[in-house]
């Protein structure tokens, strides 16, 4: 029997690997890592004396194991999948900042028609730097850059807006929805053009803005709103003869994304 045992043993260490034997009360195995990278799969029956591990492996073979030869060793029980899965499944803590300075960096995309009833697409870039009370409200001060007819050239003005705004999240979670509402002046980019035998002059005017989104986790945010810019053209033609002024009112659909940090 001994030459048996013998030949068993040296199998096992060279593959490296064993079944399970688990203890009946508890359905735990024992794993044993050998630093010569076998692995022995069973039940510790006891630490011997001497720095020896006595191990049943699944077969019932009983073996002694110096304990300068192993790495370490590990119990293996039926719930541990289930335990991880729970640990996994477990939420990040909210650590959102609710108080305190925080810059927001948007773009949109402006949908509507053009003060000559025309379907078209503007855009806009916006920063706000503001002061967050608390989860409900912080105030900041925003500024921007927009075009709301950039492809056709000769009515388009850039307008440069500068506003208020007021910006809260309505539930205190890493990813939460959130409403935004701002007011200002928005400045005319370019005092005159000349078009088709007519002087323009443009001036800017008041300007209205609401948004609700959603935050994705701590910094990245979409939302929807509505933007309301009034703006000015005084018109002359050429030769003096006639004059006029449209009241513009762009009222548009915005798309946009944000970054806050």
Not at 14 to 31: E, L
């Amino acid at each position: 029997m001994k030459p048996y045992l013998l030949f068993v043993l040296i199998f096992w260490s060279v593959v490296g690997r064993a079944q399970t034997n688990a203890d009946p009360s508890t359905g735990c195995t024992d794993v044993v890592y050998l630093k010569n990278g076998s692995i022995y799969r069973g039940k510790i029956l006891e630490h011997a004396e001497g720095g020896t591990l006595v191990v049943q492996t699944w077969s019932g073979l009983i073996l002694h194991v110096q304990e300068k030869k192993v790495r370490r060793v590990v119990q293996r029980c039926p719930g541990d999948d289930e335990s991880a899965k729970k640990r996994a499944a477990i939420p990040r803590p909210y650590d959102f900042r609710e108080h305190g300075w925080y810059n927001v960096s948007s773009f949109s995309v402006l949908a509507g028609r053009t003060w000559w009833d025309e379907n078209t697409i503007g855009v806009s870039l916006q920063n706000v730097t503001g002061y967050a009370l608390n989860r409900w409200i912080g105030l900041g001060l925003g500024l921007g850059v927009e075009a709301y007819s950039p492809y056709v050239q000769e009515f388009n003005q850039v307008t440069y807006p500068v506003f208020v705004e007021a910006r809260g999240y309505f539930q205190r979670k890493n990813s939460a929805p959130f409403y935004a509402f701002g007011g200002g002046w928005g400045f005319a980019g370019g005092s005159t053009s000349e078009r088709w035998g007519y002087n323009d002059n443009w001036t800017g005017g008041w300007l209205l803005q609401g948004k609700l989104g959603y935050r994705l986790g701590n910094h990245f945010s979409l939302y929807g709103g509505l933007r309301f810019q009034r703006q000015n053209r005084v018109w002359t033609d050429t030769w003096g003869a006639s004059e006029g002024t449209d009241k513009i009112l762009h009222r548009r659909l915005e798309l946009g994304m944000a970054v806050q940090l």
